[in-house]
């Protein structure tokens, strides 16, 4: 293939490149005899990829969100905004929880007993919802960044930005230095995710040379069931909302919104696909203003995909170590995944570290992520897709329903997007 021909390769294709050849070479080591030379060499590549993720993550959504802010010049602007981003992110993911309860159960019997033990399942008393609240604002000005906090993080942005508007008023500062740091980091996290096959590649090896490829096989019930939940929460929820709530038909929003996504499922990075996300958004008729506070603020609290995949996990270790769950059980464990969705950082992997949290809050055998973490990447390249259009998709509603209002008003006069 000539240089110029291989600079066209789809980003997704080449990460499934990377994949099949991790997987190849993990099979070579494992039936050589020698896995620890995979994990011994190969592994610290994919765990240095993961680090400078993890490391970018936190300056980027706190730049992003105050330069999202700084850009509606209006704090009341950025209250009503908020108010209808919020509930339109809680009533989406409202659909993901049906649908991981639906597709979970209709599909359970895929899902193999791997331990016909007598667990019982005994739900620990659940967190206060109080307690959960008063951790979301930060007690210190550093340790959200430090231990990667995301909602602290968030709330801290916030709050910076409002002040810097309210200094605006006063006097006029110059918040252009706020644009650049955001500049910078979408930059730097642009160039981390180029390295995502290198990263690929090392993270699978070890984990094909370590458990052998039948792991694979294994996992393809609860893949399966993982992706069926994806689908339909992407075609039904958010078609029926962009048409609704903008007027748009499902089949001009998938088409614009294709870059993205595949963007979204080659990285597995919410906050990675920014940049792209954003051009697709407005492209479909959303306010810059919107998008810049709309999309950031959905990368780290929006997750419906990530919902649904901690969801069917949960319920596919429950089956595997032979506890049979209840509706209701299942109701507390999809909620508790949801509410551990807000809080998972919009970075590839994050939302199986807090599946282990999920797994142990709701008291279920952490062991149990051995399981799915051969494939993680797999399952994070879709939920990453559904997060992503959910961020997008409301986006194009919120600047929609603004549009309106101004209309209704008089004081707008923007077309709003038709198909
Ligand atoms: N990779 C996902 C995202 O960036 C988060 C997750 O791991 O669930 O949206």
Redesign the pocket.
Known sequence: MKKADRRKLPFALIIFIALALGIVTGIIFAAAGHPEIASSYIKPFGTIFLNLIKWIVTPLVFFSIMAGVISMRDIKKVGSIGLKTVLYYLVTTAFAITIVLIVANLFKGLFPVLQTSELSYDPPESTRFMDVLVDIFPSNFFRPFMEANMLQIIVASLFIGFGLLMLKQKKDIDLRPVDTLNDLFMKVMEMIVKLSPVGVFCLIAPVIAENGPEVLGSLAGVLLVAYIGYFFHMVAVYSAAVRLGARISPLKFFKEMLPAILFAFSS????GTLPINEECAEKLGADKSITSFVLPLG?TIN?D??AI?QGVCCIFIATCFGIDLTFSQMMTIVLTATVSSIG?A???????VMLAMVLQSVGLPVEGIALVAGVDRIF?MG??TV??TGDASCAIVVSALEKRKLRKRGEGSAPEAEE
């Open positions: 597995a990075s919410s906050v990368a997750m995909g990530t995949y998972t919009g970075a590839p992997g994050a939302g199986m994070d939920r990453t997060n992503i």
